[in-house]
């Protein structure tokens, strides 16, 4: 579906924001595939949910490798996200972003696991 430049409000971070008619909008998210692509997960299991439902603990004896992919810059489009759009993802952005500094393999996973989410609920 082409969009018409008078269409379109407005888009960031992949949220197109269109106008459908006088009272209504859409928004659309097929950008988040360039998170997705950043953290590596296009293709993975989708979650129902952004986290675990106990809070991310600090893993002082995990291994702490560094992902293939910039933890902080994901943080910071999630954070982007979470403040504009996506409320839904608050807590777990919020978990994640603690660790940005000192991530193991856990924080990484609950990263992906946002990103799982965000698959299943992108549109």
Known sequence: MALNVEDVVAGFLGVIIKKLDVDR?????IGLKRILEAIGIERANPKSTPAETEALPADKTGNTTEPAFNYASVIGMLQYLQGHTRPDISFAVSQCS??????????????????????????
């Open 25 to 29: 909008i859409e928004l659309n998210q």
């Open 98 to 123: 603690r660790y940005i500094h000192r991530h193991t393999n856990m924080h990484i996973s609950a990263l992906k696991r946002i990103g799982r989410y965000m698959l299943k609920t992108s549109d």
